[in-house]
Each structure stands twice: as C-alpha cells, then as structure tokens.
C-alpha cells in the first residue's frame, strides 16, 4: 500500500498546480503551428520541390509520418521539462520534507513519481498527436496529399510517439533527481536539446561511423522509436545509416531513463532534506 498511497499523493503534487497545463497548452500550440507549417510548406511546393533538378525527393507518401510525427521529434521538450520541474521543484520548495516524513521509503516515492509522470508524459504524447493529426491532416488533404489515416502504420506511429512522450518524461524525472538546481536543469534541459544534440547530430552524418554512434543520442533513439522525424525525413547528409530499429530506440531511451534515476537516487535523492 505504501506504492499506492506514494502514487495518489504525487498525482496531487502534479495536478494541483499551474506547471502542467501551462506546459500542455504551449506544447499543442507548438505542434499545431509547427504540424501545419510543414503540412502546408512540403504539401503545396511537394510537386515543384521534386520537379527542381538537384532538390531532395520528398514523396507524398513520406509527408504523413513527418508531420504527425512532430508530436516526439519536436515536442518533447516539454514532457522532459514536466519530469525536471516536477522533481526540482519538490527540492527548491522544500516538499521532499514532509514527502519523507510521511513515506520513508524513499525508493517507493522515487517509483511514484516515475509513474506518475510517465502517464503524464504519455497523456502530453495524446495531446500532442491531436494537434499534429488534427491540423496536419487537413491542411495535408487540401494540397491533394494523401493523409493516410486509413493506414495501420500511422495508428502504429502515433502508439509510438505515445510511448517516447512517456519514456521522455521519466527521463526528466531522472534528470530531475540526478541535477535538483531548478535552473540547471532547465539551462541543461533547454541547451542540450535545442542546440547541443542538433549540432552533435548533424556533425554526426558527416562519417558513416560518427553517424552510426550519433545513433544511439536520446533523440536519435526517440526518431528511430516513432519511426519518422521531421530531421530524419527530410535530411539529406553525406553518410547514410540506418537508424535503429523501433524497439532499439525504445531501450535505448529507457535506458537512459533508468541510468539518471539510479545515479540520482544513489547521491541527491539519499541526500538529508532540511
């Protein structure tokens, strides 16, 4: 009973504040915008952009994926920021105390809040995915695109993108636990992801072997989870590799996930909370 009572009282930490739904309301504006302007961009230039003699072949085929797939390749910054801020916070406002108090077992209250915001990490996934679906997929069938809602694999793609906005969230909950500076980890958070690992990853294609250990970066491993990216799909660098296969990428992520929280549990999280 211990898990369960760990369990009920972070889904009220999470819930009863603002951070949330603030977070879950820029990310579906994000990927709306983001998810119509490629749909848009590539829908309509599709036909000029394959006749242009040099230009990259983008079929019409590819651009569904791409698009829907902007929910994870894109958006999920903002389940790993939910998983840092949740736990942070707890250290910078001093909660962990009374949290401790009531539920010594430390490992039990870590397990929760892993829990915890992995189904909010997944919940950010479905919300992400009605927006990129929801925009993209008309904006798609007025350019005289295909939308490809009729097919398996893009149901398959979206219980995917589900599954890496989990596996991301709990990887900033380790993240959290491993670095518990409130604005370390957003600097950490916000650099590594939108400058550090872009770069890494484009100076990565230049050799086939950098391009086969760019792999195995969390957001490599999160596009080869969903199966398509906006990075993947329309990239056009000199070393071609094939990336992970789905359930790699998986293990990969949660590997990650798992290592930050361990090592995190080991120093901070063991740490004596005044």
């Not at 994870?72 to 942070?88: C, D, E, Q, R």
């Amino acid at each position: 009973m211990t898990l369960m009572n760990a369990v009920r009282a972070e889904t009220m930490k999470l819930v009863t504040v603002r951070l949330w739904w603030i977070l879950l309301l820029v990310l579906v504006g994000y990927i709306a915008f983001t998810a119509g302007l490629l749909a848009g961009l590539f829908g309509a230039l599709g036909e000029q952009l394959a006749a242009t003699p040099g230009s990259a072949q983008l079929p019409a085929s590819s651009l569904p994926p791409i698009v829907y797939s902007t929910a994870s390749s894109i958006g999920y910054v903002f389940p790993v920021l939910l998983g840092a801020l949740a736990t942070t916070s707890e250290f910078r406002n001093q909660t962990l105390t009374p949290t401790f108090l009531a539920t010594p077992r430390r490992g039990a209250v870590l397990a929760a809040k892993l829990l915890v915001l992995a189904v909010a990490g997944a919940g950010y996934g479905v919300a992400a995915l009605v927006a990129s679906i929801g925009v993209g997929a008309p904006i798609l069938a007025a350019t005289g695109n295909p939308t490809a809602l009729d097919s398996q694999e893009t149901w398959l793609l979206a219980a995917r993108v589900v599954l890496a906005m989990a596996l991301w969230a709990v990887i900033g909950v380790g993240l959290g636990v491993l670095v518990p500076n409130q604005v370390a980890v957003i600097v950490i958070v916000l650099a590594f992801t939108q400058f550090v690992e872009p770069i890494l990853r484009f100076g990565a294609a230049i050799w086939d072997w950098t391009a086969r250990i760019g792999q195995f970066l969390p957001g490599a491993a999160s596009d080869a989870l969903v199966g398509s990216s906006v990075f993947t799909g329309l990239a056009t660098g000199p070393a071609v590799v094939e990336s992970l296969d789905w359930w790699q990428g998986g293990l990969v992520l949660f590997g990650i996930a798992i290592l930050a929280a361990v090592i995190g549990s080991a120093t901070s999280w063991k740490r004596d909370v005044t």
